[in-house]
């Protein structure tokens, strides 16, 4: 079947630098686009050229309203469409518009994203595992920051295990919260993304946003609040307890950790995350999401970094954990973490 799409003002854009973005249709839909002077074809079967149809009408419909398409978005966008049917470039676009996120919409750029927003929306234990730049933190911060903008909650809430990666940088001057803020940083910086400067800091001095070293939380019941724990994988078991146990009234919480970076140091008790994720697994109320390489947003070589890595350790001998198809696990086989004797290695330690 072969289909004619008139080319409107400002179509072009959707082409992308050299086409890709044409090509990213082409291979997700299993089409071919032919470029005319005043159309484009679009040829393959009946229901792909419909769907590659409704890509060409949404962007048309999108740029017409005003919607415009940050740095990225719209081919992170695109190999959503492509890989599952049931989502649209508008409806994908027009989710991020309805939430409230600051500056800017927020949209997933993956199937997994998209799922820990929707855990993140309708629970209210998230649990979001997986590498570096999959968009664990920043996702959960601007959820925080839309349920707070629509008062669905009175305060942010953000913690992080004070633990360095590889290196000790022994007494910090300053008060508690100059002491904590290098850990903080992703955090903050996400915060100032979303944020004008000048409010996150007037939220800061109201404790509207709150900085809560885990440490110091024992005790504490947090109601009426959005809590993120971010690098989670650093927590000890008896830490992890403790702040799972704090959810108040109206509030909730968010843990994020990478189960390949555990920085505890060697001796240490078994990572809080990973003993997390076996006890509370069935748990009702309690959604984890899995992320792996494929939801990696940043450059595209962090994906091919994260892949070599996996590989490096596997020509070892080791026994990498990775996350497939929502399971943990090592070497391809479903791998339940079992505790570690006193004074062995954390697991998946780098």
Do not use: W
Not at 36 to 57: H, L, M, N, Y
Not at 286 to 292: K, L, N, P, Q, R
């Amino acid at each position: 079947m072969k289909k004619n799409v008139e080319i409107t003002p400002n179509i072009e854009t959707l082409f992308g630098p050299r086409d890709e973005n044409l090509h990213l249709i082409e291979d997700g839909l299993n089409v071919t686009i032919d470029l005319k002077t005043d159309c484009v074809v679009i040829e393959g079967a009946a229901a792909d050229v419909a769907r590659a149809e409704q890509v060409f009408s949404d962007y048309r419909h999108l740029i017409c309203t005003g919607y415009t398409f940050s740095n990225g978005d719209l081919s992170s966008m695109l190999r959503l469409v492509s890989s599952e049917p049931t989502v649209t470039l508008r409806t994908l676009a027009e989710a991020g518009r309805a939430r409230s996120f600051g500056k800017r919409p927020i949209t997933p750029k993956s199937m997994n994203q998209r799922r820990y927003m929707e855990a993140m929306e309708n629970n209210d234990m998230v649990f979001g595992i997986g590498p570096a730049g999959t968009g664990k933190t920043y996702l959960a911060v601007a959820m925080a920051v839309s349920a707070l903008l629509a008062k669905k909650v009175n305060r942010i809430i953000l913690a992080r295990p004070a633990v360095e990666a590889g290196e000790r940088l022994g007494f910090l001057p300053g008060t508690l919260q100059e002491k904590i803020d290098p850990y903080l940083r992703p955090l903050y910086d996400a915060l100032y993304d979303m944020m004008d400067p000048e409010k996150v800091d007037r939220y800061l001095e109201k404790n509207i946003i709150e900085i809560a070293p885990i440490a110091f939380m024992r005790g504490r019941t947090l109601n009426d609040s959005f809590i993120i724990l971010d690098e989670a994988q650093n927590t000890t078991s008896e830490q992890m307890k403790m702040f799972v146990t704090r959810l108040g009234f109206g509030s909730k919480a968010v843990i994020t950790g990478d189960i390949t970076q555990i920085d505890l140091p060697g001796g240490a008790r078994r990572s809080g995350l990973l003993e997390a994720i076996e006890i509370l697994k069935n748990t009702e109320g309690v959604v984890f999401t899995y992320f792996d390489e494929t939801d990696v947003v940043r450059h595209q070589l962090v994906q091919r970094i994260i892949r070599a890595y996996d590989d490096h350790k596997s020509r070892d001998g080791q026994t990498p954990l990775v996350i497939q198809n929502g399971e943990l696990r090592a070497n391809g086989r479903k791998e339940v973490p079992q505790p570690e004797t006193k004074g062995e290695a954390t697991a998946g330690r780098d």
